[in-house]
């Protein structure tokens, strides 16, 4: 028998709900327009902040947190939780074995120079954003390889900067193992009631990533050099033509993961066949993997590197969850929904499309460019109403990832990617965000999408 809750009620209305937002928003605001700061323990904070002050507006505190801990205990939110854990651990194996290097070597054994290692640059940093799932990851490895690299090559800076950027952005949205694919997949529901798999989510993906790569790398190749002329200099200590063998376990990892339709069987492929490559490379040693500090009476290794570097992004994705746990029995979601189903824009799926777009563009840049968040912010309102309008869940997680993936993410002064590449290379953060050229290519794909049709896909009553 199905229990029936009360709808959690809140001094002042049903509007009052949306205070645990406002709270994580402002968060947001202070912490990467005044702090000019960025890191998922941060964020992860500002959530559970924002749940702790948002109870005290809920005419019953207990029940604020009874909504909270059931949208912490769902199945979309431990699916997300438990499938980032074990990512974790794969992702830290490919960073150990500094894939970026043997790219470097790559461009530099065959003479890339200016545009040509702009578009080069992009294509290795989409290669080891997908592998790693980890935009902000890449970002930290690639810029300090590929730009001092770029810059000796006569690149453009601001190209330079926007093609790393690009590619981080690629990855973020393609990965199998990527946060924000996982959460575009596990937040977008059958009629059944089962999540969309992670596998088909990437296979429908894979045709609007490819076109928007493709045409940026294009503009790169072709107006990535007009910043100067190479002039000289030695990239060896960058290059590292061994590491280029850890391909293969993310070829297979995405075949897998993309065959099987199940993450955790690539994982499991990735992760030991990566393991036995690296070894057999000479790459890493049986201590990297799991090994004792006896000076520190600690663990070490890449496993338990992995496990520690994505606890705070799960902490994050507990803190989003639990709000919606609050929005969900508040009711807001439903009357978000409702409100936009019922309104003259949304008659048809392509209507619903368009607004959902603009939805989690807001979303995406009231947060931020934190894309996790935003995503599972916005997701459950996106399910509800593409359910409603029958529109597939693959077409659902895709346009919901892409978008928030796109021009949203890369806001000058409210953006998490343009914020670290303005860090990391001096430039401006208009610069930066003017040379990700991917994110504006993305955008325009999805969106001629939703016009066009391409790509739409029904689900079965």
Same mark, same amino acid.
Request: glycine share 12%.
């Given at each position: 028998? @199905?229990?029936?809750?009360?709808?959690?009620?809140? +001094?002042?209305?049903?509007?009052?709900?949306?205070?645990?937002?406002?709270?994580?928003?402002? =968060? $947001?605001?202070?912490?990467?327009?005044?702090?000019?700061?960025?890191? *998922?323990?941060?964020?992860?904070?500002?959530?559970?902040?924002?749940?702790?002050?948002?109870?005290?507006? $809920?005419? !019953?505190?207990?029940?604020?947190?009874?909504?909270?801990?059931?949208?912490?205990?769902?199945?979309?939110?431990? !699916?997300?939780?438990?499938?980032?854990?074990?990512?974790?651990?794969?992702?830290?194996?490919?960073?150990?074995?500094?894939?970026?290097?043997?790219?470097?070597? *790559?461009?530099?054994?065959?003479?890339? #120079?200016?545009?040509?290692?702009?578009?080069?640059?992009?294509?290795?940093? $989409?290669?080891?954003? @997908?592998?790693?799932?980890?935009?902000?990851? @890449?970002? =930290? &490895?690639?810029?300090?390889? =590929?730009?001092?690299?770029?810059?000796? *090559?006569?690149?453009?800076?601001?190209?330079?900067?926007?093609? &790393? %950027?690009?590619?981080?952005?690629?990855?973020?949205?393609?990965?199998?193992?990527?946060?924000?694919?996982?959460?575009?997949?596990?937040?977008?529901?059958?009629?059944?009631?089962?999540?969309?798999?992670?596998?088909?989510?990437?296979?429908?993906?894979? #045709?609007?990533?490819?076109?928007?790569?493709?045409?940026?790398?294009?503009?790169?190749?072709?107006?990535? /050099? @007009?910043?100067?002329?190479?002039?000289?200099?030695?990239?060896?200590?960058?290059?590292?033509?061994?590491?280029?063998?850890?391909?293969?376990? %993310?070829?297979?990892?995405?075949?897998? !993961?993309?065959?099987?339709?199940?993450?955790?069987?690539?994982?499991?492929?990735?992760?030991?066949?990566?393991?036995?490559?690296?070894?057999?490379?000479?790459?890493?040693?049986?201590?990297?993997?799991?090994?004792?500090?006896?000076?520190?009476?600690?663990?070490?290794?890449?496993?338990?590197?992995?496990?520690?570097?994505?606890?705070?992004?799960?902490?994050?994705?507990?803190?989003?969850?639990? &709000?919606?746990?609050?929005?969900?029995?508040?009711?807001?979601?439903?009357?978000?929904?409702?409100?936009?189903?019922?309104?003259?824009?949304?008659?048809?799926?392509?209507?619903?499309?368009?607004? $959902?777009?603009?939805?989690?563009?807001?979303?995406?840049?009231?947060?931020?460019?934190?894309?996790?968040?935003? &995503?599972?912010?916005?997701?459950?309102?996106?399910? #509800?109403? /593409?359910?409603?309008?029958?529109?597939?869940?693959?077409? +659902?997680?895709?346009?919901?990832?892409?978008?928030?993936?796109?021009?949203?993410?890369?806001?000058?002064?409210?953006?998490?990617? %343009?914020?670290?590449?303005?860090?990391?290379?001096?430039?401006?953060?208009?610069?930066?965000?003017?040379?990700?050229?991917?994110?504006?290519?993305?955008?325009?794909?999805?969106?001629?999408?939703?016009?066009?049709?391409?790509? =739409?896909?029904?689900?079965?009553?």
């Amino acid at each position: 028998m @199905t229990e029936e809750r009360k709808t959690l009620k809140f +001094r002042g209305g049903i509007g009052m709900s949306l205070i645990p937002v406002g709270i994580y928003v402002a =968060f $947001c605001m202070v912490l990467f327009i005044g702090f000019k700061a960025f890191n *998922m323990e941060a964020l992860a904070a500002g959530g559970f902040l924002a749940l702790l002050v948002g109870g005290i507006f $809920c005419t !019953s505190y207990s029940e604020f947190w009874e909504s909270a801990i059931r949208g912490i205990s769902s199945t979309a939110s431990v !699916s997300v939780v438990v499938i980032l854990l074990l990512v974790g651990m794969f992702s830290a194996l490919i960073k150990l074995c500094g894939l970026s290097g043997g790219f470097v070597w *790559m461009a530099n054994e065959l003479g890339m #120079r200016g545009g040509s290692f702009v578009a080069f640059t992009f294509f290795a940093a $989409c290669v080891v954003s @997908t592998a790693t799932g980890s935009s902000i990851g @890449t970002m =930290f &490895i690639a810029f300090p390889i =590929f730009y001092p690299a770029g810059i000796l *090559m006569g690149a453009n800076e601001m190209m330079l900067a926007g093609s &790393i %950027v690009s590619g981080a952005i690629f990855g973020d949205n393609l990965a199998p193992v990527s946060d924000t694919t996982i959460a575009s997949a596990s937040t977008q529901q059958f009629k059944n009631g089962k999540p969309a798999d992670i596998g088909g989510v990437v296979t429908s993906r894979i #045709r609007y990533s490819l076109v928007a790569g493709v045409i940026t790398l294009a503009i790169f190749a072709a107006f990535g /050099g @007009t910043g100067g002329v190479y002039s000289g200099g030695s990239i060896d200590a960058a290059a590292n033509p061994v590491s280029l063998v850890m391909l293969v376990p %993310v070829v297979l990892m995405l075949v897998v !993961s993309t065959k099987t339709r199940n993450i955790y069987e690539g994982i499991l492929v990735g992760l030991f066949c990566g393991t036995a490559v690296a070894l057999a490379a000479g790459i890493i040693s049986p201590a990297d993997i799991f090994a004792n500090d006896p000076a520190n009476n600690a663990a070490v290794g890449f496993l338990v590197d992995g496990i520690n570097s994505i606890l705070p992004t799960c902490a994050l994705v507990i803190s989003v969850f639990g &709000i919606m746990g609050v929005l969900n029995d508040a009711g807001m979601l439903e009357l978000i929904a409702s409100r936009i189903l019922n309104s003259s824009l949304t008659a048809e799926a392509r209507g619903a499309e368009l607004v $959902c777009m603009a939805g989690i563009s807001v979303t995406t840049v009231l947060l931020g460019g934190v894309t996790s968040a935003s &995503i599972l912010t916005f997701g459950p309102i996106l399910n #509800r109403i /593409g359910s409603a309008k029958n529109i597939h869940p693959y077409r +659902r997680a895709n346009l919901l990832d892409g978008t928030a993936n796109s021009l949203p993410a890369i806001v000058p002064f409210m953006s998490v990617f %343009v914020f670290i590449g303005s860090a990391l290379t001096g430039l401006s953060p208009v610069a930066v965000a003017a040379g990700t050229v991917y994110g504006f290519i993305l955008f325009i794909v999805f969106l001629a999408s939703v016009l066009t049709g391409w790509g =739409f896909e029904r689900e079965e009553a």
